[in-house]
């Protein structure tokens, strides 16, 4: 296990958040301290997120949820990672299941994406995480396992993130055991990694005893983060 200690509790906000909602969720913010804590909104909301942040709570880390393989260039309705460094974002998701269910993602270009990000200056929160239909065939080690050469030589910059494709935006979350044994697994093949989230219907209702798990930095959360209230006792809970 690693020796990192530091605490993350990040919230994805997908496409869910609209102007106004964001701006509520700004105005009705406090600073959590003790854990490192960010927000994931779409790109259109990054400036604005990023301007009103910095007024209540400059800590507050910001990132992008995915960026483009490529630096620059006639990419039409791509985002690069120099264009979202540029806006003072910080970090980015990669990998998330529900891009690679979209778009036919590869190791490839997984591995672009990090090596953009990087150059970019940005702190990737790669994700990964069995479907449904892997851990029932028990093939759930080795699908992570496949999953994490795509991190290798990068480890030591990033954060993970272990979501369970089933257990995310299905109220079914993992066990706590299920959850200690796949993040043992994952510090086992990469233990330089910064931190290691679980996400997957983390609610304020479960994640005081899912913060307890060894393992656990903290957490990747995506409906429960969309109301400040909600996702602020969430990062409490970690503490
Ligand atoms: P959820 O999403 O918390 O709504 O399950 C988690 C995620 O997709 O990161």
Same mark, same amino acid.
Request: aromatic share 8%.
């Given at each position: 296990m690693s020796s990192s200690s530091s605490k993350f509790v990040y919230g994805n906000w997908k496409m869910s958040q609209s102007l106004s909602s964001l701006t509520e969720f700004v105005k009705s913010w406090k600073a959590v301290s003790? @854990?490192? /804590?960010?927000?994931?909104?779409?790109?259109?909301?990054?400036?604005? @997120?990023? /301007?009103?942040?910095?007024?209540?709570?400059p800590q507050l880390k910001i990132g992008a949820q995915d960026c483009s393989t490529e630096a620059e260039g006639a990419f039409t309705g791509e985002v690069s990672a120099n264009q979202i460094r540029e806006l003072g974002a910080t970090h980015i998701l990669i990998g998330h299941s529900e891009r690679r269910q979209r778009v036919p993602e590869t190791p490839v270009s997984l591995k672009s994406k990090l090596q953009s990000a990087l150059s970019a200056q940005l702190i990737p929160v790669f994700c990964i995480g069995e479907n449904e239909k892997e851990r029932a065939e028990g093939e759930t080690y080795r699908i992570l396992e496949n999953q994490l050469k795509v991190i290798e030589g990068f480890e030591a910059q990033l954060i993970l993130a272990y979501e369970p494709v089933w257990a995310i935006g299905t109220g079914k979350v993992a066990q706590p055991k299920d959850v200690e044994e796949a993040h043992a697994f994952i510090w086992k093949k990469a233990p330089k990694?910064?931190?290691l989230l679980y996400g997957g219907s983390v609610k304020p209702d479960n994640s005081k005893d899912l913060a307890r798990v060894a393992g656990v930095s903290g957490f990747l959360v995506g409906g429960a983060s969309l109301k400040s209230d909600v996702f602020r006792k969430i990062a409490e809970s970690v503490l």
């Open positions: 003790g @854990l490192e /804590v960010g927000l994931f909104p779409s790109y259109p909301h990054l400036s604005k @997120l990023l /301007v009103e942040m910095q007024k209540i709570d990694i910064r931190g």
